[in-house]
């Protein structure tokens, strides 16, 4: 079984630019969320996709947006980008609405993202 | 509005120390409660999971509890490892959380444990 895949694993960009990282969700699993975390913080909820519709929103900018296509894999997109978002953007998948769903979510290693 | 506190920040101790970490949230209205290690740099690794209904998990050395009336749970190491260094995160999902994947979490707990 394979777990949750995230590409770049690191890449650097300038203020201004954009980027789009990719996640491919864990087998049998459906839905997938991303987190933004900075150095010495946890984790923040960034947003959720399922059935590739956007499926709750956490405190971020419209210019962090996302897609999910049939196969359940992700991209987050994030524009015109700020140092603030220098940090690491985690990807996380969940089997949602199948037999035994516990709410239980499985995260890949990250993509770090540095602006300068 | 749902906070999660974790004390605390750092803790250093000896190889084979038995040690508890401790998670609190400020509203019990919760779906479940998971705990994760981080190495540093990488992703979350899941430790324990514990669901709403239930009052604790174990898991090898590890043993998470939760007693969501008080708004607290706290994760338990016996015998600790140096390969046990990393940071501990604990993390609620919120009543009707369960279908949005959100996740709320403390800043962690950064544990060394001196060989």
């Known amino acids: 079984e394979t777990g949750v895949t995230q590409s770049p694993t690191h890449l650097i960009k300038t203020r201004g630019q954009q980027v789009t990282l990719r996640c491919s969700s864990q087998s049998g699993h459906n839905t997938v969320s991303w987190y933004q975390q900075a150095l010495g913080q946890g984790p923040q909820f960034i947003f959720q996709?399922?059935?590739?519709?956007?499926?709750g929103r956490g405190n971020f900018p419209p210019r962090f947006s996302g897609l999910q296509f049939p196969n359940y894999s992700s991209e987050l997109n994030v524009n015109a980008l700020e140092l603030d978002d220098s940090a690491l953007y985690l990807c996380a998948s969940s089997p949602t609405g199948t037999s035994g769903y516990t709410g239980e979510l499985f995260f890949g290693e990250g993509s770090r993202l540095t602006v300068l | 509005k749902q906070e999660v506190t974790q004390i605390p920040a750092a803790l250093s101790v000896p190889e084979g120390e038995n040690l508890v970490l401790n998670c609190s949230f400020t509203d019990s209205a919760i779906y479940n409660l998971q705990w994760f290690r981080q190495d540093p740099g990488k992703g979350l690794t899941s430790l324990l999971l514990?669901?709403?209904?239930?009052r604790e998990q174990t898991s090898g050395r590890l043993n998470a509890s939760l007693d969501k009336s008080s708004g607290r749970s706290t994760l338990y190491i016996a015998a600790s490892q140096p390969g046990d260094s990393a940071t501990y995160l604990c993390?609620?999902?919120?009543?009707?959380?369960?279908?949005?994947?959100?996740?709320?979490f403390g800043k962690g707990t950064k544990l060394s444990v001196k060989p």
């Open positions: 514990i669901q709403s209904s239930q």
């Open positions: 993390a609620v999902m919120p009543m009707g959380g369960g279908s949005q994947g959100n996740l709320i």
């Open positions: 996709y399922y059935r590739e519709e956007e499926n």
